[in-house]
């Protein structure tokens, strides 16, 4: 018999809960907040759907229910994405070492 | 059109991607770079759903058009903001990822074709479970991080809003939830997933009024991870890789943020949820207040006991964000420094409205982050130190969490500023912090209490050095 494909899925759902448990332990507690704000513009890669949603409508009708619920969907994922990685870096640049005393 | 064998390998780099820019995190010097992993990816992932589609013809160009009006939107604000706003700004972009999903996931059930998911009425079984589970924890995600949103921008009251019968109400919502989802799956009726959809938004509101402002940081990491798991369970309907790995990522990483915060109150992540705490204590607090002697003094005796000192802590809390005083915080710094003072700060996990608000507004006043340091790292430096000065925190430096078994805030871990020679308090009245409970600090024989705005009394310090 097979494996459903979904298994497959599962499984690397699983061991990316264990990765990001992992990885997000070792973040540094000074950055927890840029680990927020990045982690808001990384989720909203959920704009793949977004525009499967919006492109779904053919020649005739662009707009129909389906596809303006995708359009708005791209338009709020859009806003996370380049807001929350422009508000990271931008945090993440005022962090700096110590300059060293010239005295 | 690029075949389905190879975008899903794509998928899987950006997944790869956002790992290591999360873990790029794991330092401040290699964090920009991960910041432009995680920006690679993202692009990887959007074009590859192009090239997969295929499809450039009618709706391409709008598909366009709404994700610049978006991406402008988001440039914008993300220029704009101002450090003190990070935790409204989180708390309103998980509120968009929330809403995203419930979009993404209406689509979806509209017309699954486009989706490969089966016929509008008779949707594969699986990808109706896994869409509605994402939807629901979408909606939910939605109007909770909406309430804190609300209540982080003042907006809202930041007291605990709490009715008789509200754990049952919310337990009979979320059963309902459970039930709804299960005849949706059976009936495949659009009526019960448009109610099931508004059922979920309300109980997002449920949950979040109840909790005060002070534990804004629990509520923000919690609404992080369910921003997450919302992404995965879309991840799964779409089935999508890149979706599923972020998704996972993301909701462990709110999932520890959040037991990090309670872990620094000494609370369990059940208490902290159903929420109500400080609403009661309040009342038996306040007749033993006001009637214990303080010693209070003004930014001259401050000046002088500094200037005297050979080394100094500085413990931030909210009310420095409050009253923008970080950057005034940093001139005295300087100043002090200027005399040969040795200057650190010590940060507790739960100072401010979100994890590392601190860090960061510290950031943004130029403090070097290697002077900046956690409780553990710090809290046996306290009895060498000659003065500590608390400037906007008060229940993470009680002593009573030591002492008092009684006490709300007891077995908390808390910095040991009490042994300092001497400590300043910078605080507006003599009123309880948002325990309700009062701060023996306050009348202990080497405190000096400052009354007045934290960034007002920063810069006459600074003057008087």
């Known amino acids: ?103 | 059109m690029i075949s389905a064998n190879l975008s899903a390998i794509f998928y899987l780099i950006s997944g790869v991607l956002f790992i290591l820019a999360l873990r790029g995190l794991s330092s401040p010097e290699t964090s920009r770079q991960g910041n432009f992993f995680g920006i690679l990816g993202m692009l990887i992932a959007i074009t590859v759903t192009f090239l997969s589609i295929g499809n450039f013809s009618s709706g391409f160009i709008f598909v366009l058009i709404f994700l610049l009006i978006g991406g402008a939107v988001g440039a914008f604000i993300a220029y704009k903001i101002p450090m003190t706003a990070m935790p409204e700004l989180v708390a309103g972009f998980h509120s968009l990822v929330g809403l995203a999903a419930v979009f993404v996931a209406i689509s979806a059930f509209l017309n699954p074709i486009a989706f490969n998911l089966g016929t509008p009425g008779n949707i594969k079984l699986g990808s109706l479970i896994e869409m509605s589970i994402g939807a629901a924890v979408g909606a939910i995600t939605f109007s909770g991080s909406v309430i804190a949103f609300l209540k982080l921008q003042g907006i809202m009251s930041g007291s605990p809003i709490t009715f008789k019968g509200q754990h049952p109400l919310n337990a009979v919502i979320l059963i309902s939830i459970l039930a709804l989802i299960y005849f949706l799956c059976s009936t495949q009726s659009p009526n019960l997933f448009w109610l099931l959809l508004g059922v979920s938004f309300l109980i997002g509101f449920l949950l979040i009024i109840p909790i005060g402002g002070a534990d804004m940081p629990v509520v923000i990491s919690m609404l992080n991870s369910y921003s997450g798991w919302a992404a995965a369970g879309i991840g799964f309907t779409l089935e999508n890789t890149a979706l599923i790995i972020t998704g996972a990522l993301v909701g462990s990483s709110g999932a520890i943020l959040s037991y990090i915060m309670c872990k620094g109150m000494n609370r369990s992540f059940f208490n902290v949820i159903l929420g109500g705490f400080g609403a009661t204590d309040q009342s038996s607090s306040a007749q033993n207040k006001e009637q214990r002697p303080v010693k209070s003094g003004n930014a001259d005796d401050a000046a002088f006991l500094m200037k005297n000192a050979s080394s100094v802590i500085i413990v931030p809390g909210y009310g420095m964000a409050v009253a923008q005083a970080q950057h005034a915080l940093r001139e005295m710094v300087d100043t002090l420094k200027k005399n040969g003072i040795k200057v650190s700060y010590a940060i507790h996990p739960v100072a401010g409205r979100m994890p590392g608000h601190m860090n960061v507004l510290l950031a943004e006043a130029n403090v070097p982050y290697d002077e900046v340091f956690e409780l553990e790292e710090i809290n046996n430096d306290f009895a060498n130190a000659d003065v500590a000065f608390v400037i906007g925190a008060n229940d993470v430096t009680n002593p009573v969490a030591k002492t008092d078994p009684q006490s709300p805030i007891y077995g908390m871990p808390v910095l040991d500023v009490e042994k300092c020679k001497s400590v300043l308090f910078v605080k507006r009245s003599l009123s309880p912090g948002y325990a309700g409970i009062d701060n023996d600090l306050f009348y202990k024989e080497n405190t000096l209490m400052l009354f007045a705005d934290a960034k007002k009394m920063t810069e006459d310090i600074t003057k008087n050095l």
Request: glycine share 6%; charged share 15%; aromatic share 12%.
């Open chain 1, 1 to 103: 018999m097979e494996i459903d494909p979904f298994i497959f899925r599962l499984s690397i759902f699983i061991l990316s809960i264990f990765v990001g448990y992992y990885v997000v332990w070792s973040v540094t507690p000074s950055l927890h907040t840029p680990l927020m704000s990045v982690t808001n513009a990384i989720s909203s890669v959920i704009i793949v759907g977004a525009i499967i949603a919006g492109l779904a409508g053919n020649s005739e009708s662009v707009f129909n229910t389906s596809t303006i619920f995708g359009f708005l969907a791209i338009s709020l994922a859009a806003i996370n994405i380049f807001g929350g990685f422009l508000v990271t870096q931008r945090m993440l640049a005022m962090y700096k070492k110590k300059k060293k005393d010239k005295k």
